[in-house]
């Protein structure tokens, strides 16, 4: 089973960036669907970005025009780049892969997404 790990956590001040990482133990096939999603204290996990194998996104209303999700095949990490941060974005943010299917386009259902890493927190403040 492949293991993912994110990076890239921390505080910042309302409206700085950050810039996440998800690093997988193994060779994660370029076909494969990824997501950021996140969880508040009190609240449930929501999807934040996607992309599919063939590179298209989806965001979140609450982050389009903020965040930018990416990916780098050859050195297998997915990335979150997160500009104009707002304290509504404080959560726990966790990157997860569907690894059992090909993904031809992009699937924002979580529960399609069975390896998740173990989060990094995101503490935005005004």
């Known amino acids: 089973q492949v293991q993912l790990a994110e990076s890239g956590g921390g505080s910042v001040q309302s409206g700085g960036s950050l810039r996440l990482s998800c690093a997988a133990s193994?060779?994660?096939?370029?076909?494969?669907?990824l997501g950021w999603f996140r969880q508040a204290p009190g609240e449930g996990r929501e999807g934040v970005a996607y992309i599919s194998g063939p590179g298209e996104t989806k965001y979140a209303d609450s982050v389009k025009g903020r965040f930018v999700i990416s990916r780098d095949k050859v050195k297998n990490i997915l990335f979150l780049q997160m500009d104009s941060l707002k304290p509504e974005d404080t959560a726990i943010y966790y990157c997860?892969?569907?690894?059992?299917?090909?993904?031809?386009?992009?699937?924002?259902?979580?529960?399609?997404?069975?390896?998740w890493g173990p989060g990094t927190q995101v503490t935005v403040f005004s």
């Open positions: 997860a892969a569907r690894l059992d299917a090909v993904c031809p386009t992009v699937v924002d259902r979580p529960s399609a997404y069975n390896s």
């Open positions: 193994a060779r994660l096939p370029g076909s494969r669907c």
